[in-house]
């Protein structure tokens, strides 16, 4: 196999931790609702209405084509100039305020004002909310310099450059590939190809770390890259299997080291 020069790291639940920005941002949000409302309870049904509201717009298909979530379409810009992000643009304010709006109906509180001031305060609030893991960023200073390092993601390009920016990550990667500037998303194929180009690298000296194993394991092997599966929860194997699996990024340099055997 050769020696290892190429990694391709993924980003949301591998290098940042995207559920827990997400659920403080609701918290933190509702915490401003004289009304006392369960956290959990109101996560989960705003959750459930936004994607409920989410599978009935008419760009439903594309969205599902480049990965973006109904959660993260409750604090994008859409600010990509193509048809589709123009689209996405246009009615994700109404999108948002009838997220908040009917999920607050759930709860017997009916005020659009506060719905409409909420919907704004989760998009300001989340914006400016990035956890890394721990080990994050002692992993990139290691690699970084020794290694081509890419990065490749799904979703909307203004959503995940805020978070790449909001986790000071921008600087540790040699190439950045997001799924919505292409049209398609993880596992496809062409995803991988577009970043093993702009890395000028070659997949049998090239591994993939994700968390993913439909998007990120079964794109890169298809792709004949290796593949290291982030298993923080230690979740059973499905049929997709990994080269490799670990629960910590610190793990990363002892099986380079052993391929590099190979």
């Not at 190809?193 to 000296?205: F, I």
Request: hydrophobic share 35%; aromatic share 10%; with cysteine.
């Amino acid at each position: 196999m050769g020696i290892i020069d190429t990694l391709l790291f993924d980003l949301d639940d591998t290098l940042i931790v995207e559920y827990k920005s997400v659920d403080e941002s609701f918290i933190e949000t509702i915490s401003q609702i004289e009304n006392k409302i369960d956290p959990i309870e109101f996560i989960k049904n705003i959750r459930e209405q936004a994607r409920e509201l989410w599978v009935q717009l008419p760009t439903i298909d594309y969205c599902l084509n480049v990965g973006i979530s109904s959660w993260e379409a409750l604090w994008a810009d859409f600010t990509e100039d193509n048809e589709h992000m123009k689209q996405l643009s246009s009615l994700s304010d109404h999108f948002r305020f009838e997220t908040w709006h009917k999920t607050l109906l759930r709860f017997n509180i009916n005020d659009k004002d506060t719905a409409y001031r909420l919907s704004n305060e989760f998009k300001r609030i989340r914006s400016s909310r990035h956890h890394l893991y721990p080990e994050t960023i002692e992993v990139l200073d290691k690699f970084k310099g020794s290694y081509k390092l890419g990065l490749i993601t799904n979703g909307a390009p203004d959503v995940q450059w805020k978070k790449i920016h909001g986790g000071r990550l921008k600087h540790y990667f040699d190439s950045i590939v997001i799924s919505g500037n292409y049209g398609f998303r993880k596992p496809d194929a062409r995803l991988f190809h577009a970043a093993m180009t702009a890395l000028r690298a070659n997949a049998l000296h090239s591994i993939m770390i994700g968390n993913s194993l439909n998007s990120d394991i079964k794109g890169a092997k298809e792709s004949g890259l290796r593949t290291i599966w982030v298993n923080r929860d230690m979740n059973p194997f499905g049929d997709i299997k990994p080269d490799y699996e670990i629960d910590n990024l610190l793990k990363i340099e002892e099986i380079i080291k052993e391929e590099s055997k190979h």
